[in-house]
Nanobody, 114 residues
Framework: VQLVESGGGWVQPGGSLRLSCAAS????????MSWYRQAPGKERELVAS????????NYADSVKGRFTISRDNAKKTVYLQMNSLRPEDATVYYC????????WGQGTQVTVDT
């Protein structure tokens, strides 16, 4: 199982970023996917999740209305569109898949600053 995140970077408050997570080594379309984030000294928290077909999504209250999770099963990729970014959104974002155990990507850094 391999998960590779990309798309992080620096953005000003109110800006947007689109994260991608390319998956391989498992049947992507058979697995729900999720995005997490972890700030230094804090526990990793769920940001958004999406079912296998993409028909159902869930979001943390802190990102509802600003972030959108989606997936392309043909490309084996899950996305996180982040709009109206705030300084408190700045941290490392991780993609997760559960195949018997948790599998995580290496993370991608998001910086929100003037």
């Amino acid at each position: 199982v391999q998960l590779v995140e990309s798309g992080g970077g620096w953005v000003q408050p109110g800006g947007s970023l689109r994260l991608s997570c390319a998956a391989s080594g498992f049947t992507f379309s058979s697995n729900a996917m999720s995005w997490y984030r972890q700030a230094p000294g804090k526990e990793r928290e769920l940001v958004a999740s999406i079912t296998r077909s993409g028909t159902t999504t869930n979001y943390a209250d802190s990102v509802k209305g600003r972030f959108t999770i989606s997936r392309d099963n043909a490309k084996k990729t899950v996305y996180l569109q982040m709009n109206s970014l705030r300084p408190e959104d700045a941290t490392v974002y991780y993609c997760r898949a559960v195949i018997c155990v948790n599998h995580w990507g290496q993370g991608t850094q998001v910086t929100v600053d003037t």
